[in-house]
């Protein structure tokens, strides 16, 4: 049996599931304002995973994942300790915001300061209180402006635990990505932390395919690092494609789209991927792939000014067999085109 896990003064015992409230700043009309979090101590001991949404408020898959992951009755089963938190942006997630409310962007304010912005106060409440007390960590995010991202896992694969743990999570494409300053992904790595951070679907936007994978692979996840048991029956897996370089396809002149491309394309250098034409109907400009790769990016708005970031590329080496890993996908999706969201790996 596990010890008893002390988290925020309450004592939660082995086999105990607790919902907690992390005090954070209150709002100037004096309301109270608190980080959710759920943990779920399981009877034997095992890893700590953090798994968090809404970093950015605006990224809604992210709670829902967590929603789903919670109601799983495979976590009876859970060694160690889950600790979900679904949205550390409350500010910016009542208000439909990417950011703060002083406009600053959470997922640069890492590693924070209690004597800092609301932004860094938030970031070191969630260093101190949550990523300290795990092994591993799960960030989920979706993408911005109205731009709707390909699944995708962003890590270090120089970690061999955090490349693991991406193999295992199943989405169609590993990003090799740097670390970015002031980013809680930095911050958990200078902690020694594995981490990966996942991404889906578009903001203010439920994205089902994007949903059931993250959920998907958080279980996955989890039964690699010994947190849940293995499967015994063999699943299909989907081989992710690696990517070490991504490339944003900007508007070479502003204008409406009234054709472009889809997420999880295939490209090569010089193809076509979008038309921009004035209103008037007099000028049509095409605009070309830079680079090789797939899209895992796509501006959905129909309208661009000139620079505007319209799609992002990733990549991939020449042996990477795209077709085939976007084939094994269909594996998430029932005869029907919708998602079986009780198959749980």
Same mark, same amino acid.
């Given at each position: 049996?596990?010890?008893?896990?002390?988290?925020?003064?309450?004592?939660?015992?082995?086999?105990?599931? !607790?919902?907690?409230?992390?005090?954070?700043?209150? #709002? /100037?009309?004096?309301?109270?304002?608190?980080?959710?979090?759920?943990?779920?101590?399981?009877?034997?001991?095992?890893?700590?995973?953090?798994? @968090?949404?809404?970093?950015?408020?605006? &990224?809604?898959?992210?709670?829902?994942?967590?929603?789903?992951? #919670?109601?799983?009755?495979?976590?009876?089963?859970?060694?160690?300790?889950?600790?979900?938190?679904?949205?550390?942006?409350? /500010?910016?997630?009542?208000?439909? $915001?990417?950011?703060?409310?002083?406009?600053?962007?959470?997922?640069?304010?890492? *590693?924070?300061?209690?004597?800092? @912005?609301?932004?860094?106060?938030?970031?070191?409440?969630?260093?101190?209180?949550?990523?300290?007390?795990?092994?591993?960590?799960? =960030?989920?995010?979706?993408? $911005?402006?109205?731009?709707?991202?390909?699944?995708?896992?962003?890590? $270090?694969? +120089? +970690?061999?635990?955090?490349?693991?743990?991406?193999?295992?999570?199943?989405?169609?494409?590993?990003?090799?990505?740097?670390?970015?300053?002031?980013?809680?992904? &930095?911050?958990?790595?200078?902690?020694?932390? *594995?981490?990966?951070?996942?991404?889906?679907?578009?903001?203010?936007?439920?994205?089902?395919?994007?949903?059931?994978?993250?959920?998907?692979?958080?279980?996955?996840?989890?039964?690699?690092?010994?947190?849940?048991?293995?499967?015994?029956?063999?699943?299909? &897996?989907?081989?992710? #494609?690696?990517?070490?370089?991504?490339?944003?396809? !900007?508007?070479?002149?502003?204008?409406?789209?009234?054709?472009?491309?889809?997420?999880?394309?295939?490209?090569?250098?010089? =193809?076509?991927?979008?038309?921009?034409?004035?209103?008037?109907?007099?000028?049509?400009?095409?605009? /070309?792939?830079?680079?090789?790769?797939?899209?895992?990016?796509?501006?959905?708005?129909?309208?661009?000014?000139?620079?505007?970031?319209?799609?992002?590329?990733?990549?991939? $080496?020449?042996?990477?067999?795209?077709?085939?890993?976007? &084939?094994?996908?269909?594996?998430?999706?029932?005869?029907?085109?919708?998602?079986?969201?009780? =198959?749980?790996?």
């Amino acid at each position: 049996m596990q010890e008893v896990f002390r988290f925020n003064g309450i004592d939660i015992r082995a086999g105990q599931r !607790r919902t907690v409230d992390l005090a954070i700043a209150r #709002l /100037y009309t004096h309301t109270d304002m608190k980080m959710p979090v759920h943990v779920v101590h399981g009877k034997k001991t095992g890893p700590r995973l953090f798994v @968090s949404g809404a970093i950015h408020g605006d &990224e809604i898959n992210g709670p829902e994942i967590i929603r789903r992951l #919670l109601k799983l009755k495979l976590l009876s089963r859970l060694r160690g300790t889950l600790i979900a938190i679904p949205i550390i942006n409350i /500010y910016g997630y009542v208000n439909h $915001s990417r950011y703060l409310p002083d406009r600053r962007d959470l997922n640069r304010s890492f *590693p924070g300061s209690e004597k800092g @912005s609301l932004g860094s106060h938030l970031a070191r409440l969630f260093l101190d209180q949550i990523a300290a007390h795990c092994t591993h960590g799960i =960030d989920l995010h979706s993408g $911005s402006n109205h731009r709707n991202n390909l699944p995708q896992v962003r890590t $270090s694969l +120089d +970690d061999p635990e955090t490349a693991a743990m991406a193999r295992a999570f199943g989405a169609p494409v590993i990003i090799d990505s740097r670390l970015r300053d002031g980013s809680l992904r &930095e911050a958990v790595r200078e902690m020694g932390i *594995p981490m990966l951070l996942y991404e889906g679907g578009e903001a203010l936007r439920f994205n089902e395919v994007a949903i059931h994978m993250g959920m998907r692979g958080i279980v996955a996840v989890m039964r690699r690092i010994g947190m849940l048991p293995k499967r015994e029956e063999h699943r299909p &897996e989907v081989e992710p #494609l690696i990517a070490t370089r991504t490339t944003w396809v !900007r508007a070479p002149i502003s204008g409406i789209l009234p054709w472009r491309i889809n997420v999880g394309a295939r490209v090569r250098k010089g =193809d076509r991927v979008a038309v921009i034409a004035d209103p008037f109907g007099e000028l049509e400009e095409p605009v /070309y792939a830079p680079v090789s790769g797939i899209v895992i990016g796509v501006l959905n708005l129909p309208m661009a000014h000139r620079g505007d970031a319209l799609f992002n590329i990733a990549s991939l $080496s020449e042996k990477a067999d795209v077709e085939a890993t976007l &084939e094994a996908l269909d594996i998430f999706l029932t005869p029907e085109g919708g998602i079986n969201i009780e =198959d749980v790996p």
